[in-house]
């Protein structure tokens, strides 16, 4: 299913979509441009909630490496 939507987009932007998508294919650059973009905010949104959670369990996670440290030595 699609729906027909109306946008402005600066001359200039459009005048780039113009040079490399292939000729009359406007809404399939777009539509592709436009799932890459999300794509590439939901890695990044990930990424951040990654390292968030890293640094939250880092204390716990540095206690629990040395309690294992400490029975390699036994």
């Known amino acids: 299913m699609s729906q027909n ?3 402005y987009l600066p001359d200039d932007t459009l005048a780039e979509i113009d040079r ?3 000729q009359g294919d406007r809404s399939r650059f777009i539509i592709e441009a436009v799932k890459f973009y999300i794509h590439e905010s939901n890695k990044r949104a990930m990424r951040d909630l990654l ?3 890293a640094i939250v369990r880092a204390e716990r996670d540095l206690a629990l490496a040395q309690e ?6 036994v």
Do not use: V, Y
Request: charged share 25%; proline share 7%; net charge negative.
């Open 5 to 7: 939507i109306n946008i």
């Open 20 to 22: 490399l998508a292939p």
């Open 51 to 53: 390292k968030e959670g």
């Open 68 to 73: 294992w440290f400490g029975l390699d030595e």
